[in-house]
């Protein structure tokens, strides 16, 4: 089995790792132990925190009192086995705050300053692109942005290969290399991020040669990546969003006056894919590009509000999650399950339509994974098994309100005579109340705050998202009154009832009371137990076969 890796480059990126991460909460990677790198220039990047904070809160939910981070599990939540490692360029400490600083172009003889100035003014802005902050990203600077992360990736090698003033970002890095390394042949390599903005277009031609590179230093030169026999994929995801222009004042700050334009996103994403199409080093390091976009007018992410200060990076850049970026995370869930298609040798381009009427997308389960190997109905089962749940935890039993949410339902386990999860602490069930939170919903001073499937399901609203449109309540009452067994379009997945008088939710505890974990499962914690029961219960509840 092939062991795997994934990169999340710049806010796209992260934001696509956000629904992988989902999607192995929901259990669509079992067996795995997958290796996740996130690559950012922006250590504080809101979206970066963000999925680094949701990575952490699963593996808290996999830890057990022997096992950092748990092991893998088949056929349950939560199944895949996430190591996260995180780098980033520093472009905080002085003397690096920018690109005339970094490359040191006013050192050395007269002439040299002279050479280095001609060559760099004639690919870069003098007073702008030369001179602006790095420290948000490359801002649509794509042609600055592969050289300065092709550097940072390569200054880490050396950095670490003489063994002095070795950030512990570069450690990190070490690491995931190490374990890349140690795959040779067998790793898959899959590669979120845009072509359209600046870090993730900045990076996506050059990752692959940089990672060789990083190899051959490190090892000095006994080591290397062969492209011949690695396989490594990435999205080509265009446009989707777009955002207000900056304000004049905001155009004048010399440090940051270079932003990106999201009024040229489309014509980035135009001649990025050219490049791609006809760059050999692109076409010789990748077997397959999803080409993923968004063919109709771009979603606004900030509103109807008046131009002004426009956030290009930091800790306030936390976009809301969009049907594309699941999209993504599909096309990794393809590139790591599928058994042909990397004996090409230039890169193959593989898209997917899916039916756009009345002006409206409509989303069909197949849409996301396909049917081979039954991986549409796979996914029909685990999403909506994991989003009955959550809404268990956090409507019926209150956890969107700090509420008990798993507690309780632990102690309705009990109520039934099933005392074998009593021993699952209160700090376990929060995170797990917790996680449940990020992927639905959460309530605060009374405000519903969407989470990752609410985002996901607005960005095509008013078009058909899997699930009823009952089931994507946002105000308390309706909340406490949704059926949690009735949440699928397709009625055949409903809950039965038990009789004319009955309740769904009563013959789920019904079938809980006579359903157990499964040695297949390969659960081994008490924690792990609970949640392979509820697993199976639900999928026997939604009438899918767990066998």
């Not at 109709?296 to 306030?316: A, C």
């Amino acid at each position: 089995m092939d062991k795997l890796f994934v990169i999340a480059i710049g806010g796209t990126g992260m934001r696509c790792l956000e629904s992988f991460t989902h999607l192995c909460g929901i259990g669509m990677f079992d067996n795995q132990e997958i290796e996740v790198l996130t690559l950012d220039t922006d250590q504080n990047n809101g979206n970066k925190d963000r999925v680094e904070e949701l990575i952490n809160l699963y593996n808290r939910i996999k830890t057990s009192d022997t096992n950092q981070g748990g092991t893998p599990n088949a056929n349950t939540f939560f199944s895949a086995k996430l190591n996260l490692h995180r780098f980033w360029t520093n472009y905080s400490s002085p003397g690096r705050e920018n690109y005339k600083n970094i490359t040191k172009i006013s050192t050395g003889t007269a002439e040299q300053q002279k050479a280095n100035k001609l060559i760099s003014d004639l690919f870069l802005d003098t007073s702008s692109v030369q001179e602006f902050n790095l420290a948000h990203g490359y801002r649509a600077q794509t042609h600055l942005g592969s050289m300065l992360m092709y550097h940072g990736i390569v200054e880490a090698a050396r950095n670490i290969s003489k063994g002095s003033t070795v950030q512990s970002q570069e450690r990190e890095l070490d690491t995931f290399m190490g374990k890349l390394g140690n795959a040779g042949a067998s790793a898959r390599v899959f590669i979120f991020g845009s072509v359209f903005g600046g870090t993730g277009a900045s990076s996506i031609p050059v990752i692959p040669k940089a990672l060789q590179d990083f190899v051959k230093i490190r090892s000095n030169g006994s080591s290397s990546i062969d492209f011949s026999k690695a396989k490594f994929g990435s999205t080509l995801l265009t446009e989707y969003f777009t955002f207000n222009k900056p304000d004049e004042k905001q155009k004048s700050d010399k440090a940051n006056s270079v932003i990106a334009d999201s009024s040229f996103f489309p014509l980035n994403s135009q001649a990025a894919l050219q490049f791609y199409q006809s760059d050999p080093t692109v076409q010789k390091c990748y077997k397959l590009l999803y080409h993923i976009g968004w063919p109709i007018e771009s979603k606004k992410i900030d509103g109807n509000n008046t131009p002004n200060q426009i956030t290009t990076g930091g800790s306030e850049q936390r976009n809301p999650c969009h049907i594309t970026e699941l999209l993504c995370a599909c096309a990794a869930y393809n590139f790591f399950t599928r058994t042909s298609g990397f004996d090409s040798a230039k890169a193959d381009y593989l898209y997917k339509a899916v039916e756009f009427k009345d002006n409206s997308f409509n989303f069909s389960f197949d849409d996301f994974v396909g049917k081979e190997n039954k991986a549409g109905e796979i996914f029909v089962n685990k999403l909506g098994a994991f989003f009955s749940l959550a809404h268990i935890s956090l409507s019926k039993n209150g956890a969107a309100f700090n509420d008990s949410g798993i507690k309780g339902f632990i102690k309705q386990c009990e109520n039934q005579k099933l005392n074998q999860y009593s021993t699952i602490t209160d700090a376990e069930c929060k995170d797990i109340n917790e996680y449940f939170k990020l992927f639905a919903y959460t309530f605060k001073d009374a405000r519903f705050i969407s989470g990752w499937l609410y985002q996901i399901r607005n960005s095509v609203a008013p078009g058909k998202f899997l699930f009823d449109s009952k089931a994507f309540p946002d105000n308390l009452n309706e909340l406490k009154r949704l059926d949690v067994g009735a949440i699928f379009l397709d009625e055949k997945h409903h809950w039965s009832k038990g009789g004319i008088f009955g309740n769904r939710y009563d013959t789920f505890v019904e079938k809980l009371i006579n359903t157990n974990p499964k040695d297949e499962q390969k659960v081994n914690t008490t924690k792990e137990k609970f949640l392979a029961h509820i697993f199976n219960a639900l999928t026997i509840s939604q009438n899918f076969d767990i066998n």
